[in-house]
């Protein structure tokens, strides 16, 4: 074998064997990329979903709670209007809001016409006031009577 030639051979070897490193780490590197892509695309996918999901709670949805079908109640906010509220909600907010001052359940049910001396139909509306508490729509005082918010 000729030995200029073996040797052009080799260093030939050792050029491809380089090269295929060089290749090996770019590879490597596009693939590394391409993996944090696909990471940040799903972050972005989930923060989307939770904006859109803050969003549309804002409007009231329904829901399904025990396999009976409920109303979603918004939480009170500079860009939710009341008259996102359900109807019979914005009713209890306005008697509420009528009364000379703070009101007791049962007060806001003689305003809406409800049975009153029937507990079953008194505890559902208190549910509803508390409800109201809790999304920040109504204020409730220590001694149980509700009011508007300031």
Known sequence: MDPELLERITAR?????ELEEQLAEQWADVRTERDELAVAERVLERVS???ADERASAA?????????????IPYREPDVEETMLPPDYQRILAAVRQAAGPVMARQVG????VDVSA???LEPLRG????LVDRGWLRKLPDGRF????
């Open 13 to 17: 070897r050792a050029e491809l064997n």
């Open 110 to 113: 003689e305003m809406l016409g």
């Open 49 to 51: 979903e939770q904006l």
């Open 60 to 72: 009231p949805m329904p829901g399904q709670v025990g396999g009976r079908s409920v109303v979603m």
């Open 119 to 121: 507990r079953a139909e």
């Open 147 to 150: 009011t508007g918010r300031l």
């Open 128 to 131: 509803r006031l508390v409800r």
